[in-house]
């Protein structure tokens, strides 16, 4: 007889079947949102949107409402929210970092100019907020805007380090709370908001969400070096390219001689690149593990996300935010 | 015996004295809301917050909930998340024009960069939120939200007519209507909400702030090419240097031959400008009578500001939101 037992299903996908009604909620909110008689607007905006992102800030939100036994309409406007805040700050960010290429394709602002993207992030952050007053949680709202802030001065602290070696470890990690793990926390923060839950559950969500994003975060570093199982090719290297000192490269210059500090100060620090550079950084990560000890650290996160479910109820939707957690780090190998 | 008849005072100047108590307030909102660790984004908040701003906006919110006898604090949050949202647009205007001089001075993005202009300008965003979110009023939220989605739409039309020499009257006017006088209206709107006034009383307030900003930028656009007392000097040419087609020059394009026709093309159109073309752009307006057309616009739309108060309680604060309206336009002579 054959063996029917399923293969383990990536719980990404088993999420977003258990939540596909909603999430089709959500996609419509998305469309309907984005729109404007001014062309252009929806048009950077799906460019973003419709870019294959696997909306897993949105799914958070409806999830953790589902958790909950939430009734009623409001997640799906507040998980569109946090998609448009997402794609807002993905377009500002473009213009921010000024590459030709991202994640192996030409950023908005590259399509159709700096000031189009400035202009359509700002459409779509204040989208974002016409998205929370519908959902009529003045606590939310707070949640949400507060995460912005955050976000912004995140994203201003990432701009001052790039380029500078002596950036710690403790400061990239704040960076990183503040620029990806904020908007996360949040995402999951407002649906026990709107579900009425104690204060501990919401406390807990959104350690949860937070958790959930510096291992989110941590992955995605790692894997822009190509992960542990580095093939070299495409969708790698534009934080070496950006000069972004990440936590890989953080802990091999805290491991590293003086000769690799050298390599590292004229390939990021002075941005002084040949085509031969990339390998030789990877290289060097390897040498001092410090790829698998980026990983390592991304599964520390994803362990306290999984942990801070034990306080939200045992059931279909908290074990697939739990599986989602584990997933975040598995996709690196 | 000495004539003591007061001389006509300026009636920005009585109605910011009436509302000194209040204006500090928001002053000292707008002060430790710009406030965050991450040094540069209060150094850059306030490069524009403390450029000598006449705080018009916050003045018609706070004005005019003391008109309606409103008693609490949250038209002071809300006057400070107006001027917030109104200084981001600044920063994200600069990035989108790219000039070197604005008014006669650095432009932020120039002093600190495009990457910081963005996201110090999402930062005071997302702290206008954070402050709306204070006053604790939804519909007020509804509003203002509103209001930042049409401003960002008004910008994107904006930047799709620049060097278009066929913009006409009518197009214009909307993408001032979205882009200046959207907020007046929810800056004049928002204070009858958190006073309860009836709907009416709404409905009228954001007319006076429509037609007010209306008037207002009319007025700017004309200031622009000196008024009609034109003294050719410092702070005029920036929309004739960046090929905004603004009033002004719609008119002088309906009304002129070929040859002007030519004149504008190749100055707005085609961006090439010698040292003498301003003072020729300002010899055209002034033969086609432009400039006395923009005003006299401003001057209906400011009449209309007015009117819209009869709706409204007859008392000194309706009395100096209409000198306000006039004197928007009077500034211009």
Redesign the interface.
């Known amino acids: 007889m054959p063996d029917f037992e399923a293969a383990p299903v990536n719980p990404a996908v088993r999420l977003a079947s258990l939540a596909r009604t909603d999430m089709a909620g959500v996609e419509a909110l998305i469309a309907e949102r984005a729109s404007?008689?001014?062309a252009?607007?929806p048009a950077i905006a799906h460019y973003l949107l419709d870019a294959g992102g696997k909306r897993i800030r949105p799914l958070i939100t409806v999830a953790s409402a589902r958790m909950l036994g939430y009734q009623g309409r409001g997640h799906l406007s507040l998980a569109a929210a946090v998609e448009f805040i997402h794609s807002?700050?993905l377009l500002?960010d473009d213009?921010?970092d000024?590459s030709e290429l991202r994640r192996g394709k030409r950023p908005a602002n590259k399509v159709w100019g700096?000031?189009?993207s400035?202009?359509?992030?700002?459409?779509l952050?204040?989208?974002a907020?016409?998205l929370?007053?519908d959902a009529?949680s003045?606590e939310a709202?707070?949640v949400l805007?507060?995460a912005?802030?955050v976000?912004?001065?995140g994203?201003?602290?990432q701009?001052?380090a790039v380029r500078q070696v002596a950036t710690s470890r403790a400061e990239y990690m704040d960076i990183i709370a503040a620029k990806t793990a904020a908007l996360f926390a949040a995402a999951a923060q407002v649906s026990p908001i709107l579900a009425g839950a104690p204060a501990r559950v919401e406390a807990a969500m959104e350690t949860y969400g937070r958790e959930l994003g510096l291992a989110f975060q941590l992955v995605d570093d790692a894997l822009d070096y190509g992960g542990v199982a580095v093939e070299l090719g495409k969708n790698t290297g534009d934080d070496f390219r950006e000069g972004k000192i990440t936590l890989p490269v953080a802990l091999a210059l805290e491991a590293g001689g003086d000769d690799e500090r050298g390599f590292w100060v004229r390939t990021m620090a002075e941005g002084r690149q040949s085509p031969d550079d990339f390998d030789q950084a990877v290289t060097i990560l390897k040498r001092h593990g410090a790829l698998d000890a980026t990983l390592e650290a991304a599964r520390g996160h994803a362990a306290r996300a999984v942990e801070a479910l034990d306080a939200a109820p045992d059931n279909v939707w908290s074990q697939s935010l739990a599986a989602l957690a584990e997933f975040v780090v598995e996709r690196a190998y």
């Open positions: 404007s008689a001014t252009v607007i807002a700050t500002h213009v921010v000024d700096n000031p189009q400035v202009l359509v992030g700002d459409f952050f204040a989208r907020f016409m929370m007053v009529g003045m709202l707070h805007s507060r912005a802030a976000i912004a001065e994203e201003v602290r701009l001052a």
